[in-house]
């Protein structure tokens, strides 16, 4: 993908912190070469890495590579046939016992990537025991690393023991007073006495050094030539064998270089998909959706790159247009907005959690293009003007569909309306090639532009007048200003000079400013009843998902029922079969007499006693369809609504129900009369015919009142008038228990409906929900 614009949005340090997270160099240098994949897989493949290994390290905070070091060189080293020295089996030693204990903790990985990863770990336990008998824990070669080397290591301290002996008596006795003192010293690799001078006749020996002044000199006595000699050959025979097994080990290495170069590989792959699951962690991260087309949708979107207090913004591009204007005053966060905007879909495509909510979604670009801050250069005589248009050129020949193109202060540096015109004709070039593209501009031309061109959207950054300071708040379908006369009075330059100003603008600027006014107090008023309409519509859809789940509960309950019921009566004919067959038995053996008779009957009347109850009722013959009227007093029987119906469609079938300032849309076979409405004349002679008693209206209620009200949304007093009805119904309905949902918001509304059921009279007792049961968004009575 475009380098240039990685720079530009600041991938490289999110690369630089990922790094930073990483344990030892391979995995370092893995994250340092981390680019965006415009393969769908590739980036499915690396987001399922990051998910799988932060899973991983939410269960086992401390699991990792642990003291795990880059044997890289050194496995190079040996397969070259170079000799390793002791440090370097050190290292590999301990990266191995690395090895076998994340090898043991993958191997039962339930998931599939770690446990794939785990199968390329070798922990090769024969050279790990190899080297642990070889060496200590510094480093230090050890007599058991060969059969030889103990017994050679014995014959250089004996040697040693006899030379030191052999000197320390001429030292003491025969030559005291030929020596300048009465010490044993070393030069060049052999041991001597400090003799003086006059005295070297008497000392028969090797001289080896003299002092700077001459008056001492080191003589190796003949008669400890032969035992410093047998000493060096010792040594001279331990380090020949030390280099042998040097070698061998190192040949070793070298045998098994195959299987160490993919140990280390997989081990700083784990290190690097530890180290994105940690920055996710760091920055709240969550994995965003992958749109299968041009789709953009951030919630609470925020760049990682800001420190302190991040006010989040939420993108939306793609859905109906392909260019977003975002305008506002300066500082305001417009920048911002496109470097978020990119930067996120870079680490999306680079298989890294976006510091943004869940159910954001991004696609998978071809490329993405940037083009932000100033490119003007002395040295290459560019104006600001020609090092963006330069830049945007590059741009223009490569974006096409499945493109991200982002612009800052589009058509800047020149001529405004020359510099506008421009940029409405890139806008719709990157329109019709199939690009998604995102600009920021003071220009009111453009404004306009994203106003009347269907591919085009306005979004503007607030900005706070009274305090001066921006919101960073990015509101999508209305245009910014740039507030520059507000802003002037409010940092105190004078009224007159702003008054000339605001007086040298056109009519037609006065004008087309009081128009963007009104779009934007339109827009805002639609996109406030629009707000309003989603929330209506999602808590109509989960009345619907209740009232669904509780029909499937129902059918399990009955299908259960019938189960058990059916095992039951299986069992009853089997004891009654037995039981005819004992009686056949005494019967043909004519051992019966009347008493046993008496006794076998009584036994099979038991038996049959025990088949499940069938309720041999009528069914009540089905009511006629009522015929309904707009005004009436309805309520749902699947939702719980009660209100007037307010409109019906032309086809009879479905109509519109307004219930607390809330319209919904419901089928008209849900409909019943509310409570306190007089029973429709064709249901009537039903309820003639079962009288007024209690049982008859419990059992009316109990076909139509739902195990839970959810309140959701509503006011506390349309609630609380809401929850009153609902229990008297269930309570009238028979039924044991309701559930009321009431969401935690700000907790009014709970504390409400928790206060009334607290002292309802049909209310045995309540209690928040539990897990499962919608935890304190919900509140569960008995009745």
């Not at 223009?396 to 982002?406: H, M, N, R, S």
């Given at each position: 993908m ?36 415009a ?10 890495e ?32 170079g ?8 290292e ?43 060496f ?51 030069r ?26 001459g ?14 000699n ?6 001279v ?24 170069r ?29 749109a ?5 949708i ?23 247009y ?14 911002v ?76 540096g ?34 306009a532009y ?54 040298r ?21 639609t ?30 309950e009955?299908d259960?029922?019938?189960r ?13 079969r ?45 009511s ?5 009227h ?10 719980g ?16 129900l ?12 849900d ?29 009316e ?28 119904d ?54």
């Amino acid at each position: 993908m475009d380098a240039r614009s990685q720079v530009l949005l600041e991938f490289p340090l999110v690369r630089d912190r990922l790094a930073a997270a990483t344990s030892f160099p391979p995995s370092r240098r893995l994250a340092e070469a981390l680019e965006p994949a415009a393969d769908p897989v590739i980036v499915a493949r690396q987001l399922d890495e990051t998910d799988q290994a932060r899973s991983l390290l939410e269960e086992r905070p401390g699991v990792g590579i642990g003291a795990a070091h880059d044997i890289g060189p050194s496995i190079e080293r040996a397969a070259r046939g170079g000799r390793l020295d002791p440090g370097q089996f050190l290292e590999i030693a301990e990266t191995l016992d690395a090895t076998a204990r994340l090898a043991t903790m993958l191997a039962e990985e339930r998931r599939p990537l770690l446990r794939e990863l785990g199968r390329e770990l070798h922990a090769l336990p024969a050279i790990r025991s190899t080297l642990a008998r070889s060496f200590d824990p510094v480093g230090e070669l050890l007599d058991t690393a060969s059969p030889r080397l103990g017994g050679m290591r014995a014959a250089v301290r004996v040697a040693y023991d006899r030379l030191r002996r052999r000197l320390d008596a001429l030292v003491g006795a025969e030559l005291g007073s030929a020596l300048q003192e009465p010490i044993v010293t070393l030069r060049n690799g052999r041991y001597v006495v400090p003799v003086k001078a006059e005295a070297r006749a008497r000392v028969k020996g090797i001289v080896h050094d003299a002092s700077g002044s001459g008056q001492t000199l080191f003589i190796e006595p003949l008669v400890a030539v032969e035992l410093g000699n047998a000493w060096r050959e010792a040594q001279v025979a331990e380090a020949e064998e030390i280099a042998r097994i040097l070698d061998e080990l190192s040949a070793l290495i070298a045998a098994n270089a195959g299987a160490l170069r993919e140990t280390l590989d997989a081990l700083a792959r784990f290190d690097l998909w530890a180290a994105k699951a940690t920055l996710a962690g760091d920055m709240d991260g969550t994995r965003a959706e992958t749109a299968d087309r041009p789709e953009v949708i951030l919630l609470s979107a925020r760049h990682p790159g800001l420190a302190g207090r991040v006010v989040p913004i939420d993108i939306r591009i793609g859905d109906g247009y392909s260019a977003l204007v975002v305008t506002g005053p300066n500082t305001g966060g417009k920048t911002v907005t496109l470097r978020t905007l990119g930067l996120l879909s870079l680490m999306h495509q680079s298989g890294l959690h976006i510091p943004a909510e869940a159910g954001s979604r991004l696609p998978v670009w071809r490329d993405v293009f940037a083009d932000i801050g100033d490119e003007q250069s002395v040295a290459q005589s560019l104006s600001t003007f020609s090092g963006h248009l330069r830049r945007i050129t590059t741009i223009v020949e490569a974006a096409g569909p499945a493109t991200l193109v982002l612009l800052d202060e589009l058509g800047a540096g020149t001529d405004p309306t020359e510099g506008s015109a421009l940029a409405q004709a890139l806008l719709d070039h990157f329109i019709r090639a199939g690009a998604i593209v995102a600009a920021t501009t003071h220009y009111a031309e453009l404004k306009a532009y994203a106003h009347t061109t269907p591919g085009a959207r306005n979004a503007a950054v607030e900005f706070d007048l009274d305090t001066l300071t921006p919101t960073y708040r990015l509101t999508i379908g209305l245009p910014g200003g740039s507030q520059a006369f507000a802003i002037a009075e409010r940092l105190g330059l004078p009224e007159a000079i702003v008054d000339d100003a605001r007086s040298r603008l056109t009519e037609s600027q006065r004008s087309f400013e009081a128009t963007l006014a009104a779009i934007k107090a339109t827009e805002g008023e639609t996109s406030d009843a629009l707000d309003r309409a989603r929330a209506a519509e999602s808590r109509a859809a989960d009345a619907l998902r209740v009232a669904a789940e509780e029909r499937r509960r129902a059918r399990r309950e009955r299908d259960e029922h019938v189960r058990a019921a059916r095992v039951e009566a299986d069992q009853v004919v089997e004891d009654l079969r037995a039981e005819l067959a004992q009686t056949r038995q005494s019967l043909e053996r004519e051992t019966v007499t009347a008493g046993s008779l008496d006794a076998a009957v009584s036994r099979a009347e038991a038996i049959a006693a025990r088949l499940p109850a069938v309720d041999t009722a009528p069914e009540p013959p089905p009511s006629e369809p009522r015929t309904w009227h707009v005004g009436d007093r309805v309520r749902s029987r699947s939702g719980g609504w009660e209100g007037r119906l307010a409109a019906m469609d032309k086809g009879g079938r479905r109509a519109t129900l307004e219930a607390g300032g809330i319209r919904v849309m419901v089928e008209l076979d849900d409909l019943e009369p509310a409570l306190g409405q007089p029973i429709p004349e064709s249901a009537s002679s039903t309820a003639t015919g079962a009288g007024t008693n209690a049982a008859g209206l419990r059992l009316e209620r109990a076909r139509s009142v739902a195990s839970s009200l959810d309140l959701r949304g509503a006011r506390v007093e349309e609630a609380l008038d809401a929850l009153a009805r609902y229990l008297d119904d269930a309570s009238l309905a028979g039924l044991a228990s309701a559930t009321i949902i009431h969401g935690l918001g700000t907790g009014a509304l709970r504390d409400a409906v928790r206060d009334v059921v607290a002292t309802h009279p049909l209310v045995r007792s309540s209690r928040p929900g539990e897990r499962g049961e919608g935890g304190d968004g919900a509140t569960i009575v008995s009745f």
